[in-house]
């Protein structure tokens, strides 16, 4: 059995750059991910079960969100040499990032892939701005990158592939878990259908809360999750655990 076949629809323990070094050449076809942004500080802040709190005290220290900004260009650029390699030839990298990149941590993607667009996803409710002194925070940005120019791609529709997503914020009837920077599936969802080919694998090696094996699970594709967070790892296995029950029990329901 070949790692790929091995690790279908399971979440690894573990490092990702560690565990992505395992992942043989040029085995996965796609990848959707959210890595640390390192935005955790103790002057910006968020919500978080209802309470306002700084982003470091949010999920900074659980998630490696606090490295000196060579560190995080290191660190992103190791990323973009192992997604590279584990790519195969006609793979896409689909990667959500902070809006701003002071410190060029995306250049080793720029230099190692296709830029193919940059896609926003508008929140209807964006939280207040407390300490009005900017702008509300309003949409998340994320990449699509391709190793060449021979790639998949469903375009849905003229109207499915305008490169703009809208939707709501926050945790009542939203969120499917805990995680504090759980992203939500209609950001995720349009990604698994019109990037993965049907059938296929996707990998997220920064696995959270799921959303990434959810997306694939409701359109029936594989995931292989990394995460080193051994609450988060629990937390994930639960909700895709009730994903793959509601699709079993929608599989018995009559035509």
């Not at 660190?75 to 990149?101: C, N």
């Not at 002071?102 to 407390?130: D, E, S, T, W």
């Not at 925070?137 to 021979?150: A, R, Y």
């Not at 967070?229 to 699709?247: K, Q, T, V």
Request: aromatic residues 10%; contains cysteine.
């Amino acid at each position: 059995m070949d790692w790929v076949e091995q690790h279908k629809n399971s979440v690894i323990s573990g490092d990702a750059l560690n565990r992505l070094r395992a992942i043989p050449d040029h085995s996965i076809p796609t990848v959707i991910t959210d890595p640390p942004y390192n935005i955790g500080d103790k002057e910006k802040f968020t919500k978080q079960g209802g309470r306002l709190m700084s982003t470091l005290d949010a999920w900074g220290n659980k998630m490696n969100d606090v490295m000196t900004p060579n560190e995080y260009r290191v660190f992103m650029t190791e990323l973009a040499i192992q997604f590279k390699r584990i790519l195969t030839p006609g793979g896409s990298l689909l990667i959500f990032h902070d809006r701003s990149d002071p410190c060029g941590a995306l250049q080793g993607f720029h230099q190692r892939f296709i830029l193919r667009n940059v896609l926003m996803f508008i929140k209807k409710n964006p939280i207040p701005h407390y300490r009005k002194t900017n702008y509300r925070s309003g949409f998340e940005v994320c990449s699509w990158f391709t190793v060449s120019d021979d790639y998949y791609l469903d375009f849905t529709s003229q109207e499915g592939m305008v490169n703009v997503f809208y939707g709501a914020i926050g945790s009542v009837g939203l969120k499917a878990t805990d995680h504090p920077t759980e992203k939500y599936l209609w950001m995720i969802e349009p990604l698994v259908i019109r990037h993965a080919p049907p059938e296929s694998v996707i990998l997220d090696p920064f696995f959270g809360s799921g959303s990434t094996g959810a997306g694939a699970i409701r359109n029936h594709r594989d995931y292989i999750g990394i995460e080193q967070n051994p609450e988060y790892i629990e937390m994930s296995e639960e909700r895709l655990g009730r994903e793959i029950r509601e699709r079993n029990a929608q599989s018995l329901l009559p035509l």
